[in-house]
């Protein structure tokens, strides 16, 4: 992207000097989210101040309608691609990335299945009423409660990480007489973010079953296999298929291709030698959001053609019939959904030394070096409510949502109100100069991983989080209160 002539030499280079600050990016925004004729930011015709009145700030805006679509979007796209090959296919919402009861059952009611990964999103997926068949369980270190309940609640499957869990399940189910369905987690070496990917053979990280040979087995066989080899001998062992999940915030297809290229190539060869059927493959999530101007996501159409093409001759080269395929997205259809809402409160610019190489325009600081402005724009949450750019040094972006401004762009940071110099929202994006405490400020993108990591450092109380639909919000998820967070501590011994 070209910067104009008023980039500050501070930006980073991928952002750009915004045209028009009142406008609104739309990659990045729910449907139904505009400003309205007063220049007020709206979402189903209903205006920021009053959900303030309402709710109160921080809170979490999420857009009901747009959730729903683009769940039915997956549905559709990867059905309609994969129809002449197995027929559709099963999506499953993956509900780390947002999960209450709500959510849980607009997802069943758009067809959608659901993945969890605890006792905890178990418990939530019960609540919701939803069918034990329609519902996966993940994670690499289940244990056994959570095998049982995934039992009790006569699980669709469970994702199995490693060969010390197959072990387990096979041993819990046959003691109670029954045939846990499972799927085999494994690691192609295939890491995708964003625009590129790894393939590497041997894998360090704690999930999944690795598919390169061990050269410490005597047999040579990889974890992968001794994992199907295993299964094969347990009665109380339905084996299902083979599932891999390459990553999170992936714009291109060609990692999850080469993926699934693998995975069939391996389950043909499972097939043969273990004279079994694997129906079922899941190619897993890690579709990318637009969270800044210059992410790029693709339609869900573009990525279902994409993979469909390459099941599909994979398949054919291989002679095999395609196994029935599931993804498991989650960032892609909660993510975009949701803003956060906060306030402004203390302002503050700082001049900070220019880069060397800009060193060209500016005032002489004190010590005669080149400086130039940074604002710091104070909000009323911060990292218990955004955890991602301080785990994972990731970029947001943010609009003035109480009113419209004619007022100059300025480099602005976007912090939170904690004890800590990190606690920062969006690291740097342009702000109209007049903002102003008791100013709302809005960040997109925020339905994925923000309110499901949110913390109470600070003792700050967890935000709610607002659905709106056909220009009503009710509240999903309430807001903690300060006697949320003194009601599990025990008080002073009485002695
Ligand atoms: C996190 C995760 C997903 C969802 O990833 P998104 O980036 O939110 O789409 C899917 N499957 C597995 C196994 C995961 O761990």
Redo the contacts with the bound molecule.
């Keep these: 992207m070209q910067r104009n002539a008023s980039a500050s030499p501070l930006a980073p280079d991928w952002l750009a000097v915004p045209e028009d600050l009142n406008a609104l990016h739309a990659p990045m925004w729910a449907a139904g989210v505009e400003r309205n004729d007063a220049g007020m930011l709206a979402i189903d015709g209903i205006p920021v101040s009053e959900l303030k009145e309402q709710f109160g700030t921080p809170l979490f805006v999420m857009s009901e309608s747009d959730f729903r679509a683009r769940a039915r979007s997956f549905k559709d796209a990867f059905d309609h691609a994969f129809a002449d090959i197995c027929a559709g296919v099963d999506v ?1 919402y ?1 509900g ?2 947002f999960l209450c009861t709500a959510v849980a059952s607009w997802v069943a009611e758009e067809g959608l299945r659901l ?1 969890t ?1 605890s006792g905890g999103e178990l418990a939530v997926a019960a609540r919701a009423g939803i069918a034990g068949a329609n519902l996966s369980l ?1 994670g690499n270190n289940k244990s056994d409660a959570e095998i049982r309940r995934a039992l009790d609640m006569k699980l669709g499957r469970i ?1 199995v990480d490693s060969l010390d869990e197959l072990d387990r399940v096979a041993k819990i189910a046959e003691g109670r007489g029954e045939a846990a369905k499972v799927m085999l ?1 494994l690691t192609p070496g295939v890491h995708a973010h964003t625009h590129e990917f790894i393939a590497t053979a041997h894998e360090d990280q704690k ?1 999944g079953l690795s598919m390169a040979g061990d050269t410490t087995d005597e047999e040579g066989l990889s974890a992968a296999e001794e994992a199907v080899a295993a299964a094969t001998t347990y009665h109380s062992i339905e084996l299902l298929g083979l ?1 891999c ?1 390459i ?4 714009f291109e297809p060609d990692g999850f291709a080469l993926a699934a290229e693998k995975l069939l190539t391996f389950l043909d060869s499972m097939q043969r030698k273990y004279s079994i059927v694997l129906p079922e493959l899941d190619l ?4 990318g959001i637009a969270y800044t101007p210059v992410d790029t996501p693709r339609p869900p159409a573009e990525i279902a053609h994409a993979m469909a093409a390459v099941v599909r001759s994979t398949c054919a080269s291989l002679e095999i019939t395609p196994p029935r395929i599931s993804i ?5 259809i909660v ?1 975009s959904s949701t803003f956060t809402l906060y306030e402004v409160g203390t302002l503050k610019t700082v001049r900070v030394d220019a880069p060397a190489a800009t060193a060209a325009k500016g005032a002489e600081g004190a010590n005669g070096n080149v400086t130039f402005p940074r604002r710091y724009v104070s909000v009323d949450g911060g990292m218990s409510d955004n955890a991602r750019p301080v785990l994972y040094d990731a970029d947001y972006s943010a609009v003035l949502a109480s009113r419209a401004t004619e007022s100059a762009p300025q480099l602005s940071r976007v912090v939170g109100k904690h004890c800590e110099s990190g606690d920062i929202v969006v690291r740097d994006v342009y702000l109209p100069e007049d903002v102003a405490a008791g100013d709302l400020l809005a960040v997109p993108g925020t339905g ?2 923000c309110w499901a990591l949110s913390s109470n450092y600070n003792y700050l109380a967890r935000p709610g989080v607002v659905a709106v639909r056909d220009g009503s919000a009710r509240l999903i998820v309430r807001g903690e209160t300060e006697e949320d967070l003194l009601n599990r501590d025990m008080g002073v011994a009485n002695v």
């Excluded at 990553?247 to 992936?250: C, E, L, N, P, T």
């Excluded at 897993?284 to 579709?287: E, N, P, T, V």
């Excluded at 498991?328 to 892609?332: D, F, L, M, Q, S």
């Design positions: 499953y993956a780390k990335s993945d990964c993940h994702v987690r999930f599932h999940h990553g999170s915030q992936i897993g999530g890690g579709y498991e997205p989650g960032r892609a993510g994925a991983y």
